[in-house]
């Protein structure tokens, strides 16, 4: 038996902590959630009144956390209080500086110490079925693992501090662009007529399978367990998504790597949080992709593809669209990047002013617009005046968000190159 102490006893950590009870550990546990302190009481954890308390004289301590603020925050305040010598696993994702600078205090203070992020899931953390991605010294891993074993089922050691995170990262860079993936090709199928089911039985036989598929398939139906048969309740809500999402992108900056595919990921899922579904599952991007909240088959365009740009006439690739002037679109920019842009020629941002300047290397766009920048020879305009104008929020209880309003539908002079 170890003397454990869990930190964080949410949606994930207050299951993994009673896990640790069930496998017969002492676990005492913190929150500044009342409920989530009432909740592991139930499950065998002896409920701490502060960090402090929770981590005197315990031979390991386990965070599990928002985010890196929180990790940092809380690591400075209880390396006051542990023994040297005391096992430090964190378990939270985080990005992969905070996580090597974790790992500094720890040694500072004596003690050997692992960042341990997870994989699975609430049904993963309940059902002790959880991945762990696992960072730190080869003595710190074998000292741990047994603990991490009581709580997952497949423990991995991807390297030296911070490897863990790095992979964590990675991973869910993975996960992000496949489920987008995934749900444009329902859409696509929906508007060729091909059911769902026919084309989940194709795909996931086939060349197209994956987790995003086969697992979590983001439409009602073929897999009865995935959150779009329970109205998108989340099992991983798109916030956390797009915060891991975010961290990638982070990381692909620091490192110089080249991600294009994560970056429009994030975009996707930066604007599917603006409107308002950041508590929904990852999975109900769909209705983003769709155009539409509801989600009903044969809806309009979606404001992410050619439908919502609609040539007219044919000729000359002359587009109609919602003009948008170019404080609007900074304001846009602004609200779902800050005032920084991904560095990465290969991953632009969604939002692009193409003004006289930018016009030949944007599809000769002779006017302030809101567009779409890969590939560079052709220009897909996306309306979104409302969210520029801050009303998306409005219409967030249904219809169609994505669509201008009448009295914008004027050429912009877009044109896509021949």
């Keep these: 038996m170890t003397k454990i102490a869990f930190i964080g006893l949410g949606n994930m950590g207050g299951p993994m902590a009673a896990n640790l009870v069930k496998a ?125 074993e009581a709580m997952g089922k497949k423990i991995v050691h991807c390297g030296d501090a ?29 508007r060729l007529g091909l059911s769902h089911q026919a084309l989940f039985d194709v795909a996931s036989t086939s060349s197209g399978q994956c987790w995003s598929l086969t697992t979590y398939c983001p439409v009602p139906g073929p897999v009865p367990t995935s959150p779009a048969n329970g109205g998108y309740k989340p099992g991983f809500a798109a916030s956390l998504m797009l915060k891991d999402l975010k961290l990638s992108q982070q990381a692909a900056s620091a490192s110089g790597a080249t991600t294009p595919m994560g970056a429009q990921a994030t975009q996707l899922y930066s604007l599917f949080e603006k409107l308002g579904h950041g508590a929904e599952d990852f999975s109900a991007l769909i209705h983003l992709l769709r155009g539409e909240r509801g989600g009903e088959r044969g809806g309009r365009g979606s404001a992410l593809s050619p439908l919502a740009c609609r040539p007219s006439p044919p000729t000359r690739g002359e587009n109609r669209c919602g003009r948008l002037s170019a404080s609007l679109m900074r304001s846009a920019c602004r609200s779902l990047w800050g005032k920084r842009r991904p560095s990465s020629l290969l991953s632009p941002p969604l939002w692009d002013p193409c003004g006289e300047d930018g016009r030949q290397a944007r599809g000769e766009c002779r006017r302030p617009h809101i567009c779409t920048v890969i590939p560079p020879s052709t220009v897909s305009v996306i309306p979104l005046t409302k969210l520029a104008a801050g009303e998306a929020r409005k219409t967030a209880a249904g219809g169609d968000l994505f669509r201008p309003p009448p009295s914008a539908s004027a050429e912009c002079g877009c044109r896509r190159r021949p």
């Design 162 to 190: 911070g490897a863990g995170q790095a992979a964590k990262i990675c991973n869910n860079m993975i996960l992000g662009v496949s489920m987008a993936a995934v749900c444009e090709a329902f859409v696509l199928a929906e």
């Design 24 to 148: 017969g550990h002492a676990v005492t546990g913190f929150d500044l959630s009342e409920a989530s302190r009432n909740a592991a009481a139930k499950t065998g954890v002896s409920v701490a009144g502060s960090i402090a308390q929770a981590v005197r004289e315990m031979e390991c301590v386990i965070t599990m956390l928002p985010a890196s603020a929180h990790v940092l925050y809380v690591w400075d305040e209880l390396l006051g209080f542990v023994d040297p010598g005391t096992l430090l696993i964190d378990s939270s994702t985080i990005d992969v500086e905070s996580a090597r600078k974790v790992h500094g205090f720890a040694e500072k203070a004596g003690c050997p110490s692992l960042d341990a992020p997870v994989s699975g899931g609430t049904a993963g953390a309940a059902a002790a079925t959880l991945t762990f991605m696992v960072g730190g010294s080869e003595g710190a891993f074998s000292r741990g693992k047994h603990l991490l």
